[in-house]
């Protein structure tokens, strides 16, 4: 989940950008703020993903708000003026929005904030090794970062690569493929199931999702997921 928040002195403007956000379900409003100095406070109290954050505002433009802080969060502008991009992405803001903006044009924004906060968690699996497993007398390896999910078949496992259709089959315990693949990079979801946060997409009452694969929730380890979900 994409913790935001909404700057913007406009209150209609906060407002669509506050129903947008609630549209969209890999996101979460944590706060709005009117200007910058309300978002300052705020930043000190909330952890915040991904700010969309208004470009001219009294006393303090978005961009100079973005230039006072040492580890800003990811932003996509909102602003009336299109002669403000060059300078945003100089900023290496995620996106770009020209009021007024449709919901399909902020949507996307969004996908692409996404895949870039995506980007930037992946140094948290660095310490995952790659490891070799064993298939038909061959000894395989796995890039740690290729792994989407692991599902348990008894006394094998099905490891399900981003990087080919067919998953590999091997001989060994959860157990064991958790203690190669361990939190929190990956989490267990079920008994069944070990998946790389990383490579979550979407998640439902008792499901999580990679793109269109669904994969189960088990009560025992909904808890797993809420601790993903609020780090």
Known sequence: ?????????????????EDNIRQVPFLRLVRSCKNAMEAAAALQEEQVDLVFLDIQMPRLSGLQ?????????????????EKYALEGYELQVADYLLKPFSFERF???CHHAR?????????????????????????????????????GL?????????????????????????????????????????VAVSKITAVKRELVCIGNREIPVGDAYKENVTRMLNS
Not at 175 to 182: F, G, Q, T, V
């Open 1 to 17: 989940m994409i913790r935001c928040m909404v700057v913007d002195d406009e209150q209609l403007v906060r407002e669509l950008l």
């Open 65 to 81: 708000f973005l230039r006072t802080l040492s580890h800003p969060p990811l932003a996509i502008l909102v602003t009336a003026y």
């Open 107 to 109: 949507l996307k924004a």
């Open 115 to 151: 895949e870039l906060l995506r980007q930037q968690a992946a140094p948290a699996a660095a310490g995952v090794k790659d490891f070799f497993v064993h298939v038909e007398y061959t000894q395989v390896k796995i890039a740690a970062d290729d792994v989407e999910y692991v599902e």
């Open 154 to 194: 008894k006394d094998y496992i099905k490891i399900h690569l981003a990087s080919q259709p067919r998953p590999v089959l091997t001989r060994m315990t959860m157990k064991a493929i958790e203690e190669k693949l361990p939190a929190p990079a990956f989490i267990r979801t079920h008994k069944s199931y070990l």
